[in-house]
């Protein structure tokens, strides 16, 4: 009988330093992710709000993303990250919700040839 273990899929860790601290890595559920469109959403259709609003929305909904990946991270040295930080730590957290699905791809390409 195959078994998937999702549980040790799961487990994988990885890492993220700033400012001389490593903060562990959490994947992003479905659920957290559905909640990023819906607000992404939300910030599109809202027309009733000034641009400023809007960008301010914006960043507070990518905070929130970052505090989801980094929960042990402080909330204060988030907001110290630059933007170009911010959009390397949640390409890091995609492309590590990635990898495990690669991973598998790879070692099914292997094994047929």
């Known amino acids: 009988m195959d078994l998937l273990n999702l549980d040790d899929i799961v ?12 903060y562990p890595v959490n994947k992003r559920t479905v659920g957290q992710m559905i909640v990023a469109l819906k607000a ?5 259709e809202n027309n009733e709000k000034s641009d400023m609003d809007k ?3 914006m960043f507070n909904s990518m905070l929130s993303a970052a505090q989801e990946i980094l929960p042990k991270c ?7 990250l630059t933007m170009e930080q ?3 730590l949640v390409d890091f957290a995609n492309k590590s919700d990635q990898q ?5 791809v790879e070692e099914e390409a292997s094994e047929k040839t």
């Not at 402080?74 to 110290?80: D, E, I, M, N």
């Not at 495990?100 to 598998?104: F, L, T």
């Open 11 to 22: 487990q994988a860790t990885q890492a993220v330093s700033i400012k001389g601290v490593d």
């Open 74 to 80: 402080p909330v204060a040295v988030l907001r110290t």
């Open 55 to 57: 960008m301010e929305d």
């Open 86 to 88: 911010l959009n390397a």
């Open 100 to 104: 495990p699905k690669e991973d598998a």
């Open 40 to 44: 992404v959403r939300e910030l599109e």
